[in-house]
């Protein structure tokens, strides 16, 4: 039953950087961003939004929003944005910073125009030298879940074929830890683009017992021809017909592939979620105690919950899998966790940042049923 015992910890590990969104006056809106980026042009601005982004700062901090016991663990480098990037997160009593003095801090300069989909350009900084071994024993001492982010964005995290990455989730593994693999979305001509990512997952993916990518970069990794011609299309892929039988396709491979389940987010068409066999949910880190009769051989699709109010989509992925994770926490079944995450994602999307929104597990379940009454 819940709540009737201590709870767990969860650690939050791998990509964090500093995101700078320019806010673009709403009454203007886009329909190419070459009416916009134009040489010599002066754009009026209104105040420019700085927040911590990356999976450590938005699923790690939104975990922590939500109730659960979390330890970060990031990479920043000893300069300015570095500084900025803890002094956010000790307001939020978050600590868990790794210092590399011979790297800078990634940062990311978010591009939301009004009427187009968000560009990023992204410097990976010190995410670059992430390793297995910038985490400590001591601190997956008493963990019960292992949740690591972003390796797309992480150099020793996918070169020699992903070694270092299979390395460290082995490692989490034997010490009776579950484990959630999240993925970021990568550029095909940069060196992640050009990894070999199905090898990358086949060695990772038996360690990995909770796996939650969205649809562009499974697809991207898994099936590439099919992701060529959805963006020969245009426009969000994700809206595109069939998406959501594409992507049980994908989560199937995912499972033949060793991860135990598999919640794969399709953007306004909703999510898709996959669990494995019985022998397999068995093998869920032993301190999670997940109740594998309702985790065994599930599957099922959630749909998108509408937001009344979009201000931006920046991080809405990575607190839905914050919600999700803690569903799971506290026993849910998989089709409740998607449930949830789905809300949350809705929920996000009211602010400019990745945290404004959030709502707590209970207001979650009180607005789902107004949507149904709705």
Partial sequence: ??????????????????????????????????????????????????????????????????????????????????????????????????????????????????GMDRIFLHNPGANDTFSASDIPEEVLADAALFHFGYPTLMKRMYEESGAELQKMFRRVKENGIATSLDLAAVDPQSDAGQAEWQEILARTLPYVDFFVPSFEELCYMLDRPCYDALSAVGGDMTEQPGILEKADELARKCLDLGCG????????????????????????????????????????????????????????????????????????????????????????VSSYDALGGILSLDELKQRIAEYKRG
């Avoid at 068995?282 to 509408?306: A, F, H, K, M």
């Avoid at 994770?325 to 789905?342: D, R, S, V």
Wanted: proline share 3%.
């Fill in 261 to 348: 389940a598999v919640l794969v987010k399709c953007g306004l068409s909703g999510m898709v979620y996959r669990t494995g066999t019985r022998e397999r949910m068995s093998q869920v880190g032993s301190r999670l105690e997940l109740n594998t009769d309702i985790w065994e051989n599930q599957s099922g699709t959630q749909p998108c919950y509408r937001a009344e109010i979009v201000r931006s989509a920046t991080g809405a992925g990575d607190v839905s899998i914050a919600a999700f994770l803690t569903a799971l926490m506290n026993g849910e079944t998989p089709a409740e966790c998607a449930k949830l995450a789905a809300a949350e994602g809705a929920a996000s």
């Fill in 1 to 114: 039953m819940k709540g009737l015992f201590p709870m767990k910890k969860i650690i939050s590990a791998g990509h964090i950087c500093l995101d700078m969104t320019p806010v673009f006056p709403t009454r203007h809106s886009y329909d190419r961003i070459g009416d916009l980026l134009v040489p010599g042009k002066l754009i009026r601005m209104e105040a420019a939004s700085v927040h911590t982004g990356g999976s450590v700062a938005n699923t790690g901090l939104a975990l922590k929003l939500l109730g659960n016991d979390v330890s970060l663990l990031g990479k920043v480098g000893k300069d300015a944005f570095g500084r900025i990037v803890e002094s956010i997160l000790a307001g939020y009593g978050a600590g868990g910073l790794i210092t590399d003095e011979h790297s800078s801090t990634s940062y990311s300069v978010v591009l939301a125009v009004p």
